[in-house]
């Protein structure tokens, strides 16, 4: 049998740095954990922006991992705030990391100095454009947030699309609780870089920056799809429109209340109110827990 041919290595990654440090610590877990099915390739060298679908918290260490083994060094956009803290702020910044003001308005000059950086060092970063868990009742991309789009367009880098199955059987999604498996199956298709000329010199237009968004969307859907073999559904789902909330943990929804009618002008009769039993001072008291619905 013909041996499987070795893909082409950034020289990020073939000289020594911190990387190969962290890369010997996750080699034994993960090994362990996942067993890893990656087809498609990175550039060798030169930005670019990787926009992986979120369904589970593992899932930048599963895509951290195949980013290694594709030969490129994994970078992501972090809180600026994280760069202040002791030893984690240090290790961030020598392992490259993206350094990012998420201050309300800071947006736009956040997506230009990301743009920027990387362009200066060649760079590529990994940013999930979905922003948060998917909260798609079958796991499909939700629509996206614009911060990968603005980022590629304010200095024409590559957006290059890249899907993954197959974490949550590890870390189910909305659930922070480790199913040790071993060698659990990992699927991963990488596309090509997306098409977005018909947007260039469009930053600053908020059509153009949605459009780009949702084509952004579309192909991380269709690359899920062939991983699958399933069909999507045909619109993005939209969590705002099915009373979700976009962030931390979702909330069931609840139907709307009947209308109730409105008493005719005759006087109504106040039921008498029942009197309360005063709680046993003897029984403890529990604190009620959120509800949840239970992944990136």
Known sequence: MAARARRPRSPEVARPSIFWLLAAIAAGPLTALFKYDIRGELPRTGPFILTPNHYSDIDPVVMGWAVWRLGRAPRFMAKASLFRIPVIGRLLHWSGQIPVERERGKAKQAALSAAEHLVETGRGVIVYPEGTLTREPAGWPMRGKSGAVRIAL???????????????????????????????????????????????????????????????????????????????????????????????????????????????????????????????PSTPATASEPDETARA
């Open 154 to 280: 304010a200095e024409d880098i590559p957006v290059i699309p890249i899907a993954s199955w197959g974490a949550d059987a590890v870390v189910p999604r909305f659930q922070r609780k480790l199913r040790l498996r071993w060698r659990a199956p990992i699927t991963i298709r990488v596309g090509e870089p997306i098409d977005l000329s018909a947007y260039r010199g469009r930053a600053h237009s908020r059509t153009a920056i949605e459009e780009a968004t949702t084509i952004v969307m579309r192909e991380i859907t269709a690359l899920l799809e062939e991983i699958r073999g399933e069909t999507a559904p045909a619109e993005l789902y939209d969590p705002v429109k099915h009373g979700q909330t976009e962030f931390g943990m979702p909330v069931a929804t609840v139907p709307a209340a009947e209308p109730v009618a409105a008493p005719s002008a005759e006087t109504v009769e106040a039921p008498a109110a029942e009197p309360v039993e005063a709680p046993d």
